[in-house]
């Protein structure tokens, strides 16, 4: 433990005096690089097992988990590890041991979980989307700078070497100016007919399950039939749909790679769809989501959001000599659409980009790696690696991460509301008064976490 404290207030001062943690003349700091870290899990199932990976090579003190039966994974695989069911008995209980805390809960609880791991002076890696509100996310990047913690989100496409290509290829200009960027996913926000279901199928609680400690910040309420372990997303008072699944993946390549800030404006557009052109048999929820950035000296930058079968006019290197999409395009992809060519990106993370035209010969003579690569082990690699001072910080950290997040709430916003968006980040509100409830539900009492933040 002595060891572990050492190592999180060296990270702190070396914070502190130059930005960075890394300092390798300091004999300490190779010592602390060999020390193998102490982790604990909230949330021991589902995505949490993604983490396992890269825990096995350290100590995992402690798990939590509100259901006995999800939580199972977690249990088996490191079965010396204390279990509990709530994460804050659980930090009460070895805060001052732990150099890091991985949150893998329903969007609902991951703000809570998160602030009161970094209030502690944990380091904390958070899946995606990083919160369930605005007001979260931007009390999140607050919390980064008051308790002077490593953090990063889960969305391991922005460590990946794909991610890192493409920003080279914007920044060298290789397809030229991006004039606009379409993204778009398989997967459906099913919240649009959930909230539209006046009379839900109530259930009783099964006995694995704490439904208290599950609905942390929300409810009280009852339990609704299939939203627990799994169908939690398609609420609104619990997930944020396949935009706020998927959005902190694809997203992630033109916000990254072109430096965008917040966007101008959101707004859903049921009518923008070209799946008909190839076959395509879009969902009932499908929706398309057209987003507007700002850039300095530069026209404004549109960004299509297709969601639920919804697709763009494909690149020609998506689409097959019959006119048919090739394999799998239609589960999700992402393309840059430049002045002289087109960058594409297949998948919801991209993993092997590719320029449109002519890319047998463009391969042969691609612009210089400029962009910082990642040391790998994906967004947990990067949080390790940071906490040992191998790497200032990971590239998704919160000061990253939370504007990213902010982006996608705002497209569910203007989904959920039928208004268009227009946001004021300085102050975190909107054009549009009337939407300014989306900004901030109300939280159970006990629950508040970050209010008192400045």
Request: with cysteine.
């Given at each position: 433990?002595?060891?572990?404290?050492?190592?999180?207030q060296f990270i702190k001062t070396g914070s502190l005096l130059g930005g960075s943690a890394f300092l390798p003349n300091y004999s300490w700091a190779q010592q602390a690089s060999n020390e193998k870290l102490k982790v604990?899990?909230?949330?021991?199932?589902?995505?949490?097992?993604?983490?396992?990976?890269?825990?096995?090579?350290?100590?995992?003190?402690?798990?939590?988990?509100?259901?006995?039966?999800?939580?199972?994974?977690?249990?088996?695989?490191?079965?010396?590890?204390?279990?509990?069911?709530?994460?804050?008995?659980?930090?009460?209980?070895?805060?001052?041991?732990?150099?890091?805390?991985?949150?893998?809960?329903?969007?609902h609880t991951h703000f809570v979980a998160t602030y009161d791991a970094m209030q502690r002076g944990i380091a904390v890696q958070t899946q995606k989307p990083l919160t369930h509100n605005l007001w979260q996310a931007r009390?999140?990047?607050?919390?980064?700078?008051?308790?002077?913690?490593?953090?990063?989100?889960?969305?391991?496409?922005?460590?990946?070497?794909?991610?890192?290509?493409?920003?080279?290829?914007?920044?060298?200009?290789?397809?030229?100016?991006?004039?606009?960027?379409?993204?778009?996913?398989?997967?459906?926000?099913?919240?649009?007919?959930?909230?539209?279901?006046?009379?839900?199928?109530?259930?009783?609680?099964?006995?694995?399950?704490?439904?208290?400690?599950?609905?942390?910040?929300?409810?009280?309420?009852?339990?609704?039939?299939?939203?627990?372990?799994?169908?939690?997303?398609?609420?609104?008072?619990?997930?944020?749909?396949?935009?706020?699944?998927?959005?902190?993946?694809?997203?992630?390549?033109?916000?990254?790679?072109?430096?965008?800030?917040?966007?101008?404006?959101?707004?859903?557009?049921?009518?923008?769809?070209?799946?008909?052109?190839?076959?395509?048999?879009?969902?009932?929820?499908?929706?398309?989501?057209?987003?507007?950035?700002?850039?300095?000296?530069?026209?404004?930058?549109?960004?299509?959001?297709?969601?639920?079968?919804?697709?763009?006019?494909?690149?020609?290197?998506?689409?097959?000599?019959?006119?048919?999409?090739?394999?799998?395009?239609?589960?999700?992809?992402?393309?840059?659409?430049?002045?002289?060519?087109?960058?594409?990106?297949?998948?919801?993370?991209?993993?092997?980009?590719?320029?449109?035209?002519?890319?047998?010969?463009?391969?042969?003579?691609?612009?210089?790696?400029?962009?910082?690569?990642?040391?790998?082990?994906?967004?947990?690699?990067?949080?390790?690696?940071?906490?040992?001072?191998?790497?200032?910080?990971?590239?998704?950290?919160?000061?990253?991460?939370?504007?990213?997040?902010?982006?996608?709430?705002?497209?569910?916003?203007?989904?959920?509301?039928?208004?268009?968006?227009?946001?004021?980040?300085?102050?975190?509100?909107?054009?549009?008064?009337?939407?300014?409830?989306?900004?901030?539900?109300?939280?159970?009492?006990?629950?508040?976490?970050?209010?008192?933040?400045?």
């Open positions: 433990m002595k060891i572990n404290q050492s190592r999180r604990a899990l909230i949330g021991s199932g589902g995505i949490a097992k993604t983490a396992f990976k890269n825990c096995r090579d350290e100590i995992v003190v402690a798990l939590s988990d509100v259901d006995e039966k999800q939580g199972a994974p977690g249990f088996e695989a490191f079965p010396d590890a204390k279990r509990y069911t709530d994460f804050r008995k659980m930090l009460d209980a070895h805060e001052k041991e732990l150099d890091a805390v991985i949150v893998s809960t329903p969007d009390t999140l990047q607050k919390a980064a700078k008051k308790f002077n913690v490593q953090t990063v989100m889960g969305n391991q496409g922005h460590t990946m070497e794909g991610m890192k290509l493409i920003k080279d290829w914007v920044d060298d200009g290789l397809v030229g100016d991006i004039t606009e960027v379409h993204a778009w996913t398989g997967r459906t926000t099913k919240n649009i007919s959930n909230a539209k279901i006046t009379s839900p199928e109530y259930i009783d609680v099964p006995p694995h399950v704490n439904w208290d400690l599950w609905q942390g910040p929300t409810g009280p309420d009852q339990m609704i039939k299939g939203v627990c372990p799994s169908g939690w997303r398609w609420w609104w008072q619990y997930g944020l749909g396949g935009l706020g699944d998927i959005g902190c993946h694809t997203l992630d390549v033109p916000i990254f790679s072109l430096g965008l800030g917040y966007p101008k404006s959101v707004v859903a557009d049921k009518s923008i769809d070209f799946s008909s052109k190839y076959g395509g048999k879009p969902k009932a929820e499908a929706m398309t989501y057209v987003y507007t950035f700002e850039r300095p000296g530069k026209p404004d930058l549109p960004v299509y959001w297709y969601e639920g079968g919804h697709l763009p006019e494909m690149p020609a290197s998506l689409v097959d000599e019959t006119g048919k999409l090739k394999t799998k395009v239609g589960a999700g992809g992402c393309y840059l659409k430049g002045k002289d060519n087109t960058i594409v990106a297949q998948g919801m993370r991209p993993t092997s980009p590719k320029v449109d035209q002519g890319w047998d010969e463009i391969r042969r003579n691609l612009p210089e790696k400029t962009t910082p690569r990642s040391p790998g082990g994906g967004p947990i690699g990067e949080l390790f690696a940071s906490i040992r001072g191998d790497m200032e910080k990971p590239g998704s950290n919160f000061d990253y991460a939370c504007p990213l997040t902010e982006s996608v709430i705002l497209g569910t916003i203007a989904v959920r509301s039928g208004k268009k968006v227009e946001y004021i980040p300085e102050s975190q509100t909107f054009t549009d008064p009337s939407l300014n409830e989306y900004v901030k539900e109300p939280v159970r009492e006990g629950w508040e976490y970050g209010e008192d933040l400045a």
